[in-house]
């Protein structure tokens, strides 16, 4: 799968009421992350938590969903 | 074109209904919107249902003519519109333009919708099939988190707080409480509404509309013809309806519903009227974020000044432009196939000046917003008095 790169978080939030599918993963950290060349997807981020304009960084790609993690 | 008027409203009670199933809800509706106008079964010429998702709540499709043919209506266009939540301001519109264009005389739009015979984490995967699923759905959006996005930009572009957000949950319960049909017909305090159960952050329980179950009807007439149902007649004075992306990723400025925009640019030209012209509003308050996005959308304030003007208390029942004098989604709720016709009911109501300890003073024109998804379908209605 591709790599996605780096990005800018361009907004975000934490789940705490799922769908039936995710029931397991709650809280979760659900953001719009702005990739290189302005295109946006909507991923989940893995690790610390990010604010709006924070850079994160693509990890894996899991069921076909995109991670982020906080850039360091 | 021809004028249109709305000669019959009819409501059920919206609530959670364990012992009614969806075609009972619709056809209550329907038989009190036909009586309000003196019409009978026989005289309806088409048959427009909102439903957004009957198939997965209670798994009956075909749902039109199941509902009609339960009115005694047969032999005539029966037909269900899907447009997620604004999936009966879509069969109200499409209704109108048939009055609109000559084609039918007296036509029938009900909406209806039966959702609390599922679990909360259920209801929240069907209505998230409003969203993208080959994208945000499948990252793990529901419509909660998709607002509480919506609202993290609002907030960080224009400084929107929690107490703005706050304020329009309890305006909405206040106006709620003293609706008689109102799902939940408590008040909530500031202190509660800013402490709620967390939902999607910055978005708690407080800031989400309901799981109902519900439906409303409104029969419309060719104007020439109303005196023949009714002595109250509503025109029906501008209605559009546009489209957007369904994805929120997909939308250039998160912060503006372009469909709301546009459907209501092109409502105000059908009408020949301003936006400072509109006396009174029942707008899409799905999330309280939403309501003051849709204030800003709609023109009445300026996009970034939603959140200020609602806390100040200039929306509220005896402010300057009363908004969601029903309760809104948020405390009337919100069984959503039923949304857009009920809204079109409660601004009905106000017109007619049946609104009871709720009634505005400036009552002659008001509009109705209804939003599908995350600003994919739009549908404004401008009414007017006789």
């Known amino acids: 799968m591709t790599n996605l790169g780096s990005g800018t978080v361009y907004t975000e939030t934490v789940v705490w009421s799922p769908p039936e599918a995710y029931v397991n993963d709650v809280p979760y950290q659900l953001a719009i992350i702005e990739l290189e060349g302005g295109r946006r997807i909507t991923g989940r981020i893995e690790g610390d938590r990010v604010q709006i304009g924070e850079r994160v960084s693509f990890t894996e790609f899991r069921n076909n969903v995109p991670f982020f993690r906080k850039s360091s | ?386």
């Open chain 2, 1 to 386: 074109m021809r004028q249109v008027a709305i000669v019959g409203i009819g409501k059920t009670a919206f609530g959670a209904f364990a012992d009614r199933d969806l075609r009972s809800l619709a056809v209550e509706a329907g038989q009190k919107a036909l009586e309000d106008a003196h019409a009978k079964p026989s005289q309806v010429e088409v048959f427009n249902l909102g439903n957004f998702a009957g198939p997965s709540f209670v798994g009956q499709n075909h749902l039109a003519p199941y509902v009609a043919a339960e009115m005694g209506i047969t032999g005539i266009p029966a037909t269900r519109f899907e447009a997620a939540c604004a999936s009966s301001g879509a069969a109200f519109f499409h209704g109108v333009s048939a009055v609109a264009a000559g084609l039918y005389d007296v036509v029938l739009v009900t909406g209806v919708e039966k959702m609390t015979s599922q679990t909360t984490p259920r209801v929240t995967e069907i209505l998230a099939g409003a969203g993208d699923l080959c994208g945000e759905v499948r990252a793990g959006a529901t419509f909660p988190a998709l607002f509480a996005m919506i609202a993290r930009r609002h907030m960080y572009q224009y400084g929107t707080t929690r107490e703005q957000l706050a304020s329009v949950a309890v305006k909405n319960h206040q106006n709620g409480a003293k609706n008689p049909l109102a799902h939940m017909r408590k008040v909530i305090t500031m202190e509660q509404a800013l402490n709620g159960k967390p939902i999607a952050e910055p978005l708690t329980v407080y800031d989400c509309s309901l799981i109902s179950d519900g439906a409303a009807a409104v029969l419309l007439v060719p104007f020439e013809r109303a005196a023949e149902f009714t002595d109250k007649p509503v025109r029906v004075l501008g209605t559009a309806q546009t489209s957007d992306y369904v994805a929120l990723d997909e939308k250039e400025d998160i912060t503006t519903l372009q469909a709301v925009k546009t459907s209501a640019q092109k409502a105000y030209q059908m009408a020949g009227v301003k936006p400072a012209d509109i006396q009174f509003a029942e707008v899409h308050d799905c999330f309280t974020i939403a309501e003051i996005i849709a204030i800003e959308d709609l023109g009445f304030v300026k996009k970034g000044e939603g959140g200020p003007y609602s806390l100040a208390g200039r929306t509220c029942l005896n402010g300057e432009l009363p908004v969601n004098t029903s309760g809104g989604l948020k405390s009337k709720g919100h069984p959503v196939g039923a949304t857009g016709v009920g809204q079109i009911c409660d601004v009905a109501q106000q017109i007619r000046g049946e609104a009871g300890e709720r009634q505005v003073r400036r009552n002659s024109l008001g509009l109705a917003q209804n939003l599908g998804g995350s600003g994919a379908t739009s549908v404004v209605t401008i009414l007017g008095a006789a």
